[in-house]
Structures are given as structure tokens and as C-alpha cells.
């Protein structure tokens, strides 16, 4: 199958094409490099080197004996889409090329405004030129669990059956995203499910829940085909985070009570399940909407797995809450539906103390990358607009409210949350000392 892959460059994005490859796919895609420049200009680093888009493309020859047509382009210029479709004639497009984070999102103004244009208006690209020149392409579009929010009922997906005042209707699921660029995804959905509807395009939303680890088969032969792993406010999401932080001995950062709850899975996973969604493609017009992790968990629980693996190495791993720089529910009820990709065949990895331990070994060789970037790990960008770096929470409080996480001992037989770092609650920042003797 002819795969189109925009965002090819990212972290998810040269992974499928390596595992699409190696299943025989033909595969082509497009990356204006802007992940690298959002991650320098946060202060951050990818945590495991990776290489130049030149060095990629000459890993690729050598692996796979051909050469991968990847063409750095701005999915926001419609031409540069429009034409490079017309030549490949992609049976599949697979959206990955979007600005993900959602505190970047929530940085300013600019910030904020410059998501929602990017990522809307670069799917309404999409969209367009598969109507207008690969009209028989599958969309593959890449949405987030986040575009639902946490509401009080079950999470279907995509779609359920409401009775209102005598009368029924299978009508979208409310969506209640929890950040600007949580808020574009949303957009999208809402675009992507109309031009199915007006132009019969094949259509898949993947409402994905959070991505980890770094580990994939395809990867392991060249290091120059591995992908990134970031680690800053911005771009480093909540495992990814915890792990960093454990290699250098940094109190993994738990916001609020931690009992948020999200839905997780490797980097494997979110390959395996993106392939096989486009290789089973909905009929023309169909718009399908598919909920894509392992299982949800809390961030305690998370943060938790994290400091036990940890631990085994020899990692001390405390976990410390921190004052949430987030407008969220710390607390909630949270029970999404994710049927439709198990009936495709998805296994969903079990182990996941498995991926986490690779995950640190892994780091391990690369921690003074971390080191040296440390200042990007704790947040500074606020939902109410401020910058004010987050600060350890004192036992028993919390923005909301008191209970603090019930967390085990860690190995040492330390309690491992609800204390300052220091005594003065300070620090983390520019004058974070990894070595902390006993202090959790
Ligand atoms: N969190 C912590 N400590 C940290 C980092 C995060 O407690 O050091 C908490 C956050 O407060 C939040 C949860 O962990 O409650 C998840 O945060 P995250 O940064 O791991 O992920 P999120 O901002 O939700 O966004 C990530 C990706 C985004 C994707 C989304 C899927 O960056 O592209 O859409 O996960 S989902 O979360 O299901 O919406």
C-alpha cells in the first residue's frame, strides 16, 4: 500500500514509516524539521540522540536497499500538499503532522493562535487534496483521548445513542478538551467527520491516548534510525518525564493529587495499532472513530511503576507532588471504550514495567544529556496564563484539596511524596542538585 506520512520526521512519525517499510509498504512523507526547533526553543533535548533528517535518509538506504522520499514541506502551504499527492497518489494518509503539546499551546497568544492554525488549517489541506486528487485515500487521522475530557460517563468512541425528550439519535460524544491544542484536535474531528459526510473521503480519528518509551524492533539495527525522547514541560509527556528523571535522580514531578487519569501505551503499540487501521480502511464516506491505548491508569500509579523499576536498577526515583500548573480535575471518573482496534487484532503490550525498565537502561548511557537540560523539567507555563515555576506541595495539600497519594515506601524504606525537597521548598530549577541524600 502507498502510504503518505505527514509529520514523518516526529517522534511517531519515523517509527511507522520504519515499521510500514518492513511490512512491504511503499511509504513517502513530509516534515518542515519544526519538532526540533519547538524542543530547542523550551530548553529541551532529546534525551536519546537521533539523527539528522540527512543521516535518517542515508540509514534508510542502507537498510532497507531504496530511498525514502521524504520532503521537508509545510503541510500549511496547500500547494506543496496538493502536488506532492498528485505525484505519489498516497492509498493512505496518515496525519501525524501537528504541533502536540499542550502546554506549548498554552504558553501566549502567539503560542495559542499559532496551534490552531497550524494544525487546522494543515488538516483542512489534507483534506482537500485527497478530495482533489487522491479522493480514494484513507485518512488516517491522528486525534488525542484528550479532545473528551474527563466527563462523568463512560467514554464511547467517537460516537453514542442519546434519548432526548421522546427521541433518540447516535450523535458525536461531547467533546471537552482541556487545552488549546487539545481544542484544534477537536476542530479537526469536527472538519474531518464533515468532508466525510460532503465528499465521501474514508476517514479513521484516532483518539490517542499517551505515548511512551522509545523501543521499537524495526529501530534497534542502527542507531541513526532510532527515534526521539523528550523530556521538558512541553514536549515531554508523563512517563517519558518520569524516566528522565529517575536516571538523574530527580523527584519524578506528580502535579496535584496525581489521580488524574489518562489512557497509556508504548510506542509499539501506537505503531502497530496505526497499521492496523490503515490496513483494514473504512468504506468511502465512513467516518470511524477509534479510542487507541493499553489501559488508563492514574499518574500516582504511573509514577509509582516508574520508582519500583526503577528501583530494581538501583535508581532511587522519590516522587514528589508538585503545585499543577494545569487547569484539570485531579480527581475523576474515567472508563473509555477501546473495542474497535481489539477487533482488528491489536494485543495491547501487558508488560508495561517491561517498557519502562528498556526505557531506563536505555537512558542511563544518556543522562548527562539530561543533566545539562535539567531547568527544562519543571513548569513554568500555567493555565491561567502566568509563568510561575510549579513548587513541591507540602504534605496534605494540594490546589484542591488534602489526602495526599498513598505511595509505598520506596526500597530504602522512605516515604516517597507529600514532602518538600528542601526544607524551604525551594529549587528544582537552576539550582537543582540531582544528589539529594535523604531527602525524598
Ligand atoms: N503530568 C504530571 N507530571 C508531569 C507531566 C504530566 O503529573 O511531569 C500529568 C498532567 O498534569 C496530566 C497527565 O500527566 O494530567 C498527562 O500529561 P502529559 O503531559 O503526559 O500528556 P498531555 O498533556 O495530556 O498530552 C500528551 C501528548 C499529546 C496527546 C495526549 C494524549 O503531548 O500530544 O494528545 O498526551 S491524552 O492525554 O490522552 O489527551
Redesign the pocket.
Known sequence: MRVFIAGIDGYLGFPLALHLRARGHEVAGADLLLRRDWVAEVGGISALPIASYADRLRAWQDRFGDSLDFRIGDLTDYAFVRDFFAEFQPETVVHLGQM????YSMMDQAHCVWTQRNNVVNNLNLLWAIKEVAPDAHLVKLG????YGTPGLDIPEGFFEVEFRGRKDRLPFPRQA??W??QS?VHDSHNTHFAAKIWGIRATDI?????FGAQLPEMDADPRLRTRLDFD?C?????N??CCQAVIGHP?????L?R?K??FLPLIDSVTCLRLALENPPEPGEYRVFNQ?ENAYT?EEL?QLVQSVANEIGLRAPIKR?D???T?QEEHYYQPDREHLLRLGYQPTRDMGAVVRAMLLDLQAHRERIETHADALI?DIRWDGERRRSTPLGPQTSRREAQPPSVPPTSQGEASTGYPLRPDGEGLGEGFAPDISGES
Open positions: 502536540p503539546s499542550a502546554p488525542t483521548m484528550g479532545e482541556g487545552s491544542y487539545h484536535k483518539m490517542q491516548g499517551v505515548v514541560q514536549f515531554g509527556t508523563a512517563i518525564r518520569f519524578l514531578t506528580v502535579f496535584g496525581g488524574q489518562r489512557g491505548f499518574i509514577a508538585y499543577n500548573p494545569r484539570e513548569p
